[in-house]
């Protein structure tokens, strides 16, 4: 085992699980392949990413990431309503439906549905996580030193 320690554009693979502030686990990459991605480029939630740098493959740690430090904050701003005729298909829309649409500025985003009726569609383009405080069981299972 290396004794190198992780630095922004190192690649990382990363076995993990979260879970929110009631215990009830949202996500986990035990039992799958571990996930990859290069830290400092923003590929994970900000606060994981910051809290990597300088750990080792076999380092393990359990943290608690604020709603800021994960996916930011909830946002009313991006509670949007359109018109139901401005949406694929013609039927109705189920509460919690996921839809995939396009930010003004070109960007694709998940919005979900909150509520489909006369006529209109309530949509939320905030992350189902957005808010929330998490927790994460991490270890690293894999480091590869960037190049530069």
Do not use: C
């Not at 923003?42 to 990431?65: I, Y």
């Not at 009313?76 to 298909?89: A, E, F, M, W, Y």
């Not at 405080?133 to 530069?148: G, P, R």
Request: glycine share 12%.
């Amino acid at each position: 085992m290396s004794d190198e320690k992780a630095a922004p554009g190192d690649k990382i693979a990363l076995h993990y699980t979260g879970k929110l502030e009631d215990g009830k686990q949202f996500d986990s990459s035990v039992g799958k392949d571990p996930v990859k991605f290069t830290l400092g480029k923003g590929e994970v939630v900000p606060g994981l990413d910051k809290r990597l740098a300088g750990r080792a493959v076999g380092d393990r740690d359990t943290v608690t990431l604020t709603a800021e430090e994960g996916f930011g904050e909830f946002d009313s701003n991006k509670i949007t309503i359109v018109d139901r005729d401005q949406l694929p298909g013609d039927g109705p829309l189920e509460q919690g439906q996921k839809i995939r649409g396009r930010r003004p500025n070109g960007k694709f985003v998940i919005f979900t549905v909150l509520n489909d009726a006369d006529g209109k569609v309530v949509l939320d383009g905030n992350h189902p996580l957005a808010g929330k405080n998490l927790t994460y069981e991490w270890e690293i299972v894999d480091l590869n030193k960037s190049q530069e």
